[in-house]
């Protein structure tokens, strides 16, 4: 079975940078895209920042120019730079992986567990 994990959550000052990694794991030889997603608090989830197999990304208005999304495809692993951090980034951050071929089964999308990212003074 898939398994997705973030790292790299914690606390940051308004305009201060951090780095989120997302590593998938269960014997997997290929995904097709890998994102991440944010849910503030009270509020629905949204998109944050998806890249491809091939390195086609696609960004949400409010972190175009402010984060970058990039990947490793050699080790499973997505990783999100943020910087200059605003409150309003304040989340939990979670990876999400689409088509992901294992050497047991394929799954459509795969979920980690999310991790805090909180922006304050």
């Known amino acids: 079975q898939v398994q997705l994990v973030e790292s790299g959550g914690g606390l940051v000052q308004p305009g201060g940078s951090l780095s989120l990694s997302c590593v998938a794991s269960g014997r997997v030889l290929s995904i097709d895209t890998m994102g991440w997603y944010r849910q503030p608090p009270g509020k629905q989830r949204e998109l944050v920042a998806t890249i491809t197999s091939g390195g086609r990304t696609e960004y949400a208005d409010s972190v175009k120019g402010r984060f970058t999304i990039s990947r490793d495809n050699a080790k499973n692993t997505v990783y999100l730079q943020m910087n200059s951090l605003k409150p309003e980034d304040t989340a939990v951050y979670l990876c999400?992986?689409?088509?992901?071929?294992?050497?047991?089964?394929?799954?459509?999308?795969?979920w980690g567990q999310g991790t805090l990212v909180t922006i304050s003074s």
């Open positions: 999400n992986a689409v088509d992901v071929v294992t050497m047991v089964h394929r799954a459509l999308e795969a």
